[in-house]
């Protein structure tokens, strides 16, 4: 009997203490004395028989949370928050119907959630962007948490992909030159499929990052879905070009081709075509193969982009271009004629028919050029130089046509061109 009764006693002497050691640090955290709460609560939480109750994690998770808060003493837990965060967590395993956390609706919960989101959006605006990203982080990872546990306050619940939060992660890791760690939270925004105008560069972000990391299996996904849910955004096919090798023709044309069958509608990549195939055909000594073919499908991407885009200038320039040198080709030709037949004057004719028709051609393109670039207040070098150029073929077509004052007047013109 005497055994047993010892035995007692020592059990209600331990009780005993336990419950004194909580209710000091109850206590202390009345007092708001936090600094000596934590000190206590430390103390109680390396006793292995009280790590293993709820009551020490619980305290020490607010205590810590409320350190994290005080200017004067957060130094004491440099890093309080997720400390507080950590031990509520040990809470909710050690205490599986969270009574205390249940009757406050998880508030401590949303309460270490708020503060690192605005403590992180903060430092993002003050360009810290290396701790806005640990901040928006650890944000996350408590969002996390509690959208797993199912936990709302006032009825306000987590959405089950908070793609904001997500953007503000990988953002602040770009700006902090983390290119790496903006690839893993953009990922998670370009694998869901979120549309919507503020998220296209994120699509473009991933080809740009698997591009430069030589990842083409990945830069072709993404491409893929950037295009399928951005179908009206001209970089994917400006990518597609770029990953082509401009000094290949064959290729590079074949995948303008290839785009524009993707991409019907797009007037500059038209555009573009139109100039890769007139440097192909008139720059250089030595005129190209196919030069003929190549001369009719200048004529039709430049007409296609106008159709698309009537009030596009460098179009009606290129087919202006084309056409002087068309008409140059004409004279070349019609100046090897040597022989004075029959025969060859008729040829002589037919050129010269010819070399009028394109004249007439030229003239609409250049025309329309030319008022546009007249109606400007002031013009970039590129537009001075092209409306001089526009101004001179006017001038040498009329001057082919014949009509000599017209000739004259637009060579009035170009000479007034500063």
Not at 234 to 242: H, S, V
Not at 290 to 301: G, P, R, S, T
Not at 399 to 412: H, L, R, S, T, V
Request: net charge neutral; proline share 2%.
């Amino acid at each position: 009997m005497q055994k047993f009764f010892l035995s007692f006693l020592l059990i209600v002497a331990a009780k005993c203490s336990f419950e004194q050691n909580v209710d000091d640090v109850k206590d202390l955290i009345q007092k708001g004395q936090w600094d000596k709460a934590k000190t206590a609560v430390d103390a109680f939480l390396t006793k292995e028989k009280n790590a293993a109750k709820w009551e020490g994690w619980w305290y020490k998770g607010v205590i810590y949370n409320e350190l994290a808060k005080n200017d004067q003493l957060k130094n004491l837990v440099p890093n309080g928050r997720m400390e507080a965060f950590n031990a509520f967590k040990k809470y909710y395993e050690t205490d599986t119907q969270a009574i205390q956390a249940t009757l406050e609706q998880h508030v401590r919960l949303f309460d270490i959630y708020s503060r690192f989101f605005d403590l992180a959006d903060s430092q993002f605006v003050l360009k810290k962007f290396d701790d806005a990203f640990t901040n928006f982080k650890n944000s996350y990872l408590v969002e996390e948490y509690i959208a797993a546990k199912g936990y709302e306050y006032n009825n306000f619940k987590f959405p089950a992909f908070d793609t904001v939060l997500i953007q503000n992660i990988a953002l602040s890791a770009y700006m902090a030159k983390k290119e790496d760690s903006a690839a893993v939270y953009y990922k998670k925004i370009a694998d869901q499929k979120i549309v919507g105008k503020d998220n296209v560069d994120v699509y473009q972000f991933m080809v740009e990052y698997y591009s430069k990391k030589k990842d083409m299996l990945n830069c072709e996904k993404y491409l893929h879905l950037g295009r399928e849910l951005f179908p009206d955004n001209d970089f994917w096919y400006q990518t597609e070009l770029a990953n082509t090798n401009e000094k290949d023709k064959k290729a590079l044309f074949a995948k303008y081709e290839e785009l524009l069958s993707k991409y019907p509608n797009k007037y500059i990549l038209l555009y573009n075509y139109a100039v890769e195939l007139f440097n192909y055909a008139y720059v250089g000594d030595n005129k190209p193969a196919d030069y003929k073919e190549v001369q009719n499908k200048i004529e039709w991407a430049a007409k296609k982009s106008l159709e698309l885009n009537t009030s596009y200038i460098e179009p009606n320039v290129v087919l202006s271009m084309h056409f002087y040198n068309k008409a140059y080709d004409l004279q070349e030709e019609f100046s090897k004629i040597k022989g004075s037949t029959p025969a060859d004057q008729k040829k002589k004719n037919d050129i010269k028919a010819q070399i009028i028709t394109t004249a007439d051609e030229l003239i609409p393109f250049a025309q329309t050029a030319y008022n546009a670039y007249a109606a400007k207040a002031t013009l970039n070098p590129m537009e001075k130089g092209n409306y001089k150029k526009v101004t001179d073929y006017l001038s040498y077509a009329y001057e082919i046509k014949g009509m000599k004052d017209k000739a004259a007047e637009y060579k009035k013109k170009l000479d007034s061109i500063q």
